[in-house]
């Protein structure tokens, strides 16, 4: 980033794109920059805000955008949903937000083939919404406001990931637009493929790194013909994690598994979505999906071993409508703790993965330092993948306060690492957890991650400060 | 490659690497380079062999080689099962095969975390055999001769791809010796990861052009309750493939699907495996697994899916005897094939996959060019995937014949490109279909992995000659 491009570079890259694509395509209002660069639940946010934000409306203008940016070595920072946690999106070298609202088609459903084509806005709740006469659905389910673009970028999952796996495992084939503004398709349509090296999985969780993502096929799984959920607390966070454990190793296929804690479950009270009163404990909420048959069984054996690890008040969505409200109490947790958030307070939610049998331990540890602050915090966690969050409400400008969640925070990474676990389950690194990510994986496998990204973006334009910092 | 190795600089290297490793660690034994560099079951062999076959016994000594040609720029080429189909391993360039004979323990069973850590030469069936007392298996299920290190090579898959995926969705992480020496690790252990560049995802499939492999975790299943086998016959291939394809999009969760042709069928019944006298038919094999009930009410719906598509003569496997001799038949298909082959004939054995939809098509015209080769040739197939072999036994030395041959590989390669498929589902280009990827994904996409080969071998050395060849 030496070559940085200067004031004058970017006033001439912006009326230079402004003439090609329309006035209209690059913003510099004030507000946009604003709020491309800033998002209130981030975990960190800093003071640069990114020069402009571009409006491509195809593939093709957003290799006219690179092609001027790459000449002006001005920084490019893919955006879609902006729901992300580590303030990936960010601009600490300024640059230009690339913003995908207007490239939110489906371009193709092949229901026979059971994937579909779409361009990065499209959001994958509008998506399932749009295919359900199909019979057909994209299974991954991270935050309700989260876009395909960004769950590319991020290598998200959710709650189904104990069941149907992670974005990488959905995504056929992505065209990305590289650094220098070349197009390129990573695979054709064939749901799998043992040609050569598998760019689509590199590109999945590079958080726009290496290359702009502008369409992507995602493949479809059929709606399961009967689901049911179920509700369970235990007398502490440990034996809930335990019977989730036993779940997993006596291979009952279980659709979703989230562990909540009391404190979450006080959360669900006090917003109200539900019409029932919760006991405030921990508490584990279960999918179960399939044939009628196989849902009943399932519900049988998880009844069983819950009862074994002290589990009670097992209760179940008494029909379609209350299971929706139970799961959406699940899915809406990060927002329902921001409504409950005082005044110019803040959140920081995060979140670690380990090796499924360290999980009773973490989280145990984890909550114990957490209650310890002294303030309004909870955990919950998709423990079927061994993954769970943190969110705690606090006031970042109390410069004591801030200093006590950070190190609880630092600590639970550091004690994830330790135990072989990971820094993010499903987060990312974006700005806040690269140094987590040099102790989790040591200098030389960075420097394979390094070596890569020059190859690809010599020049560090792509979303740099994410991730990884600069060579040298 | 300009400065590649000469005979001195051999000579040195090997006589450096004994003093280090021992006299035993490298052979250059004719016999031993024959072995290592020919393949009976490769599409393709060539003449040029290794120049010595290298026996390490730890990841540390794999650097140490690595470390020695490096520095005399010899090319460096794994070896594990020897199964690949594709030359993966052959040797175009002479160089260093690096034969794993002696990295083949089982490091740490982790049975609560479903995970297991092996060294390259593990067979997977053997792996399986040795903990199955855990109530854990495997699930990836190439040819039988297959090893972990090799799987990881080529990306593996084999019939349970259909339910569990293929080899990309169950390694957690992988030891890696870089071209110069250097030992990495992909990843800690945890089931899932948002932590930076998917590096385990590119090393699988690379095909030891990027890295050594020496160490792999990998994620466990654990093993179903319930497991059947059923056997249907249809009046053509178009309709078996169509029945697949419904039972697909009707979701039924069938852990395997497999189609064989008439002439499959015949040489199940030549090689006499199991008790029955099959019908010379086209003819899918089930697999089911999970509960009883599960099992039971997934038979039901294949058996009407299949009665609509002309589905006759369904029949279940007996008891679980049968089963298994059933489905090692499908399994030892390639090996039935050779034991059929006349004496100093040659076996052509390939894959392709595309878009499901269009599995009937392409299997339907295949077919029939085979059929009109009048070899011995036939198709059996992962439809589920949308993934189809053919083999074909045939003089080599025929150049006429050979021609024909080559004419109607090529040609079902390209049909599978132009259905926006894939030349290779599950055995990897190799030296054979190196061409092919060109067609399929043109020379941009080619250009980025070339640029990661660059970056990450700058001189080639890392099994060159496959996927791609030298830039210029």
Redesign the interface.
Known sequence: MDDKADEADNTEAISELRASLGDDAISTDDEDLRVHGYSEWSSINIDQLPVAVAYPKSTEEVSKIATVCYRYKIPMIPYSGGSSLEANFSAPYGGMSIDFAFMDNILAL??????IVVQPSVPWMGLNEEIKGS?LFFPVDPGPSAKIGGMVG????GTN?VRY??M??WVINLTVV?ADG??????????????????T??F???EGT?GIVTEITLKL?????ETSVAVVTFPTIRDAAAAA?KV????V?VAAMEIMDDVQMRVINKTGNTDREWKEMPTMFFKFS??K??VQ?NIKLVKSIAKAHKGGDFIFASDADEQKKLWSARKEALWSMLALREEGHDVWSTDV??????LPDIIEISKKEMDDLGLFASILG?VG???FHESILYNAKDPKERAAVEKCIHDMVDR??EM??????????GLG?KG??VK???L??????K??????DPHWLLNPGK??DFPG
Chains 1, 2 share one sequence.
């Open positions: 092949h229901e026979e083939d059971m994937d019979g991020t290598s998200c999952s990931a796996g992670t990488k495992d590289l070349t197009v390129v398709k990573t695979r054709r349509r064939p749901r799998k493929t043992a040609a050569g090296y598998n760019l999985g590199l999945i969780g590079s290496l799984a059929v709606i399961p013909q454990s997993l190793r006596k291979g296929p399939g044939t048959a196989g069984e993965a380990v090796p499924i049998s360290r998709h993948d061994g993954n994830a690492i072989e676990g990971t820094c993010t389950g499903e987060h990312g690194i957890k987590s990510l989790e994986l040591g030389d496998t960075i420097g394979v991650m070596s890569i990204k020059s190859a690809l991730i990884m």
